[in-house]
């Protein structure tokens, strides 16, 4: 998984042993999405990388995707876990969504979302992240690179 010469399998790697603490102690999606964000950030110095950023240019972020198996598809204002873009352009690199492994929720919706990111947004790259929390023992149980 490259992002010009950015291996971010090599990063994933890292950041669960820097940020084992974090995920065995069953924190929040949203600080992991942090502490992965800041990860990213020295990496991608030409790019913005933001946390929960709703905007596409001055208005709220929207796509219309499914949010059930059944396909019902609807516009939603979406909230990415990630992105890697230049504000206030289209120029939009990676759209990253996470889940915990103690969140039953399934992949479907994230999926779908990602696609849309791609589809609709433009997005060039997506990646969706289910890691292993709770427990002794810390790391990626579902990756899904589009």
Same mark, same amino acid.
């Given at each position: 998984m490259l992002i010009g010469d950015v291996n971010i399998q090599t990063l994933l790697d890292e950041f669960v042993g820097e940020q084992a603490q974090l995920l065995e102690n069953d924190a929040s999606e949203q600080a992991i999405s942090h502490q992965?964000?800041?990860?990213?950030?020295?990496?991608?110095?030409?790019?913005?990388?933001?946390?929960?950023?709703?905007?596409?240019?001055? #208005? *709220?972020?929207?796509? %219309?995707?499914?949010?059930?198996? +059944?396909? &019902?598809?609807?516009?939603?204002? #979406? *909230?990415?876990?990630? %992105?890697?873009?230049?504000?206030? +352009?289209? &120029?939009?690199?990676?759209?990253?969504?996470?889940?915990?492994s103690t969140n039953q929720e399934q992949s479907f919706k994230d999926l779908e979302k990602l696609s849309a990111f791609r589809g609709q947004l433009g997005y060039q790259n997506s990646l969706f992240i289910r890691f292993l929390t709770g427990g002794n023992n810390a790391g990626v149980v579902e990756l899904d690179w589009q």
């Open positions: 992965l964000a800041m990860k990213l950030c020295p990496h991608f110095p030409d790019w913005d990388v933001d946390c929960e950023y709703n905007r596409k240019m001055e #208005v *709220v972020k929207k796509l %219309i995707y499914a949010v059930s198996p +059944t396909g &019902e598809s609807i516009e939603r204002n #979406v *909230v990415p876990d990630i %992105i890697i873009h230049r504000r206030m +352009t289209t &120029e939009n690199l990676l759209a990253v969504e996470i889940k915990k």
